[in-house]
């Protein structure tokens, strides 16, 4: 079974935001509803997350409308039609992949830009990624790059089993003159 999940370099992410602002503008997200997000984990370090389309996904198993379907290339959505905005999915995701929207009071999230794959295009926050920290792979495959599972400042990963890849920073030297 096939499942599209994202591969971040954490080497080559340089906390510009530009995916941040490609998924805003791609998505016409509202003020407060961020499906992409960037987190500094230190002073070299930053953390590119958006929903991880979990194998196991959390906000797939409590929504009491059943919103949510994983597709069969793994990614997950949610049918905004049948959230009733009871923010169950926002609580219960450890990475706050869900988002609520205010002004529509129905949860929202990263759709991987599945219409865009469809197309044969990237996601917008790939495409936008001026050093290329981001990828999207099919784990079914095999992967051309070793890569961590989890690393710093990334949540619990064994409920839910995300479809996030790690090549994780290398250590750097610094020299004092």
Known sequence: ?????????????????TCVS???????TPEGVN???????????FLSLSCNHCDSPECFRVCPEKAYTKRQDGIV?????????CMDCVSACPFNAPQFDYEQHKASKCTMCYTRLQDNLQPCCVE???????KVIDFSQDLPVSFELTVQGFPDIVLTKPSTRFIPPQ???RYRL
Do not use: Y
């Open 171 to 173: 250590p750097r030297h």
């Open 77 to 85: 959505i949610i049918n905004p039609n049948r959230c009733n905005g």
């Open 35 to 45: 499906w992409r997000r960037v987190n500094k984990i230190n002073e070299d370090v």
């Open 1 to 17: 079974m096939k499942q599209l999940g994202f591969l971040l370099n954490l080497d080559q992410c340089i906390g510009c935001q």
């Open 128 to 134: 936008s990624c001026p050093t290329e920290a981001i």
């Open 22 to 28: 490609a998924c805003k503008s791609e998505n016409h």
